[in-house]
């Protein structure tokens, strides 16, 4: 069983500091996705990352692919209060029978 | 363009009945994925369906099944209730070009939470 374990839990910061979150596997994963999902709403799609090593900047959010694609990061610069939500890593699986397998998540509090 | 929307957006049902959830797709959208929130064990994947037939599909018991219907509205059917049954069903759409959901951009509803009780 592929799992994806995400750190810290949860996160409360201060607006404009910087922060990152975790999320680690012992899994290899043909890619991974990144989603946010705020309260009574479904995950929206931040990024996919393909190629192990790679990083992908979406102004002040900064992904990183593990080199051997089982781990990946979200750093996020000068945090704002808009950046609060649930964020879910999700990895997928392009072998055979295809699925996403998502992170334990991370809800992240940003207090003005 | 109109976003996937679910209906109930609510339900409470009791310990073995069943239930039927909807899902209409992004308009053009061929694929149809569905997913089971909950707070112990997050968001894990059911099934997906891509052109009324089950393309992919997650390790959950022969209680969860699905259909799509020939313009991909899809529906999800849980019988014999359980209390753990209760969570956030999602369903998420996409052209289904790619194979699968983690080729693509997949597009979620906003969910059907069910309480079991």
């Known amino acids: 069983t592929q799992l994806l374990e995400q750190s810290p839990q949860f996160l409360s910061i201060q607006e404009g500091e910087n922060l990152t979150v975790y999320c680690n596997s012992s899994s290899v994963f043909s890619s991974l996705q990144w989603y946010r999902q705020e309260p009574g709403e479904g995950p929206v799609l931040l990024v996919t990352?393909?190629?192990?090593?790679e990083v992908k900047k979406l102004k002040r959010l900064t992904f990183q692919f593990g080199d051997a694609r089982k781990d990946s990061s979200l750093h996020i610069t000068a945090a704002q209060t808009g950046d609060t939500g649930l964020y879910l890593c999700a990895g997928g699986s392009q072998w055979g029978n295809e699925k996403l397998t998502f992170g334990t998540g991370t809800r992240l509090t940003i207090i003005p | 363009k109109a976003g996937v929307t679910q209906t109930p957006r609510y339900l409470i049902k009791t310990r073995g009945q069943q239930v039927t959830l909807s899902c209409s797709p992004i308009s053009g959208h061929r694929s149809v994925s569905w997913y089971q929130q909950t707070p112990g064990q997050g968001l894990q994947f059911l099934f997906e369906y891509f052109s009324e037939t089950q393309r992919n599909k997650g390790n959950f018991p022969g209680r969860f099944s699905g259909r799509q219907f020939s313009n991909s509205r899809s529906e999800m059917n849980v019988s014999t209730l359980e209390l753990g049954d209760s969570a956030l069903y999602l369903c998420?759409?996409?052209?289904?070009?790619?194979?699968?959901?983690?080729?693509?951009?997949?597009?979620f509803g906003p969910g059907t939470r069910l309480l079991v009780l």
């Open positions: 990352v393909v190629t192990g090593g």
């Open positions: 998420a759409s996409s052209s289904g070009l790619a194979g699968g959901p983690s080729g693509e951009t997949q597009y």
